[in-house]
Every structure is written in C-alpha cells, then in structure tokens.
Nanobody, 122 residues
Framework: VQLQASGGGMVQAGGSLRVTCAASGLTFSNRGVGWFRQPPGKEREFVAAIVSSGFNTYYADSVKGRFFISRDNRNKTVTLEMNSLKPEDTAVYYC????????????????WGQGTQVTVSS
C-alpha cells in the first residue's frame, strides 16, 4: 500500500495551493481518506476527510469554508484545495486511508503518506 502526497510548496498569505494524494495497492474506492497536518513543534491535527463514495465530507473548524476536499475513485486520488491560506496553515500535510472509527482521529487511519510541506508566508 502506498499513498503519495504531492503539490505542497510556498505561497503568500491569501494565496491558494492544491495538494493531491495518489493511492496504490489498496481498494481505494472502499476507503475514506483524510488529510492531517503537523505544524512545526506541534502534534498532528485533523484537516479534512471524505467518505469512500465522496458524498460526505468533514472539515476542521479552522479550515471550513477555505479548504475543499474531493476524490476521483477511478484515478485513485484525493485532492485538497486550499484557499485564503494563512501563516498558521504552515505544516507538513499528510493523507491517510481510513480503516474504521471516527474520521477526526489519527487512530482511525491504517495507511499514511509521507507528507508534503506547505509554507504560507505573511
């Protein structure tokens, strides 16, 4: 099983970035997928998640209305569109495939990607 996150980078505050997670080696269409982030010196935190069908999504309050998650089951990808970025969004962003349990907790995810750095300058 492999999850490959890509698309991070550096942007000024107010800008936009898109990060994508590409999956292989698992039945992608059966699994919910989440994005988490780990700011410097802090614990990993929930950002957004999408159920296997794509019909339901979940967002952390801090990104609601600015970030949008979507998926393409045929191509086995999940995309996180990040708009109106703030310096506090700076973190390493990880995608993960859910096994069971709440979408909001890291413990619910069985497989993790390697992370991609997002840096927002003020």
């Amino acid at each position: 099983v492999q999850l490959q996150a890509s698309g991070g980078g550096m942007v000024q505050a107010g800008g936009s970035l898109r990060v994508t997670c590409a999956a292989s080696g698992l039945t992608f269409s059966n699994r919910g997928v989440g994005w988490f982030r780990q700011p410097p010196g802090k614990e990993r935190e929930f950002v957004a998640a999408i159920v296997s069908s794509g019909f339901n999504t979940y967002y952390a309050d801090s990104v609601k209305g600015r970030f949008f998650i979507s998926r393409d089951n045929r191509n086995k990808t999940v995309t996180l569109e990040m708009n109106s970025l703030k310096p506090e969004d700076t973190a390493v962003y990880y995608c993960a495939a859910r096994s069971s349990g709440s979408y909001y907790y890291t413990e619910s995810y069985a497989y993790w990607g390697q992370g991609t750095q997002v840096t927002v300058s003020s």
